[in-house]
């Protein structure tokens, strides 16, 4: 205990007390430029890590989801070669949630009144109430783009437009495809 009570009297003198300002100074500033030195994350690993961890945006995995599912059908087209797919989406996704609904008639002197009353469904799952989810309703997909090696002959294009259109449901002139830069 006696080597800790001098120390903390030396560190309680003034020139003492400035030394160690300046070491906790010097210290900070070598720990930011250290973290400046450190390799951030890519956008890549980032976005990846934000779809597993978030269940936020359900739009923009729809969106992701979509966009790898074209590229991996496209890719299996005679010519298309390496593609890559960017889908632009409206909206959000939506659910529409089951209802229990009941149906009253009272009759007050000779005047009939009906009344409705509805109430979400719920079920009981490992003792936790969940909403009964009676459908889904996906974002609207507005266009795709559609950059491939095999972009630049009109057969590859009709075939490449053809496909999108039929997956999607959506008009071919909601759909561009383009030849992938050499």
């Known amino acids: 205990m006696r080597i800790g009570e001098d120390i903390l009297k030396k560190l309680s003198e003034p020139k003492y007390k ?10 900070g500033v070598i720990l930011i430029m250290l973290s400046e030195l ?21 739009s923009e ?52 009144s ?3 009353d509805t109430a979400i469904a719920y079920s009981e799952q490992n003792g936790q109430k969940q909403a009964l989810v009676k459908k889904v309703i996906k974002p609207k997909i507005n266009g795709v783009v559609i950059v491939c090696s095999g972009g630049g ?13 039929t997956a999607l449901d959506i008009s071919s002139g ?3 495809v383009e030849e992938k830069r050499k």
Request: hydrophobic share 35%.
């Open 114 to 116: 009906n009344k409705l």
């Open 18 to 27: 400035i030394r160690l300002a300046v070491v906790i100074g010097i210290v």
């Open 153 to 165: 002959d009109i057969k590859v294009n009709e075939r490449v437009l053809k496909a999108v259109s």
């Open 61 to 112: 995995l729809y969106k992701l989801k979509v966009q790898r599912e074209l590229e991996k059908l496209l890719e299996q087209i005679e010519g298309v070669g390496d593609c890559e797919v960017m889908v632009t989406v409206e909206g959000t996704t939506e659910y529409v949630y089951a209802e229990n609904v009941s149906r009253s008639a009272d009759n007050d002197s000779g005047r009939q």
């Open 174 to 176: 909601r759909i561009c």
């Open 38 to 58: 450190m390799p951030e994350k890519s956008a890549d690993s980032v976005a990846s890590e934000t779809a597993e961890t978030s269940s936020g945006d359900e």
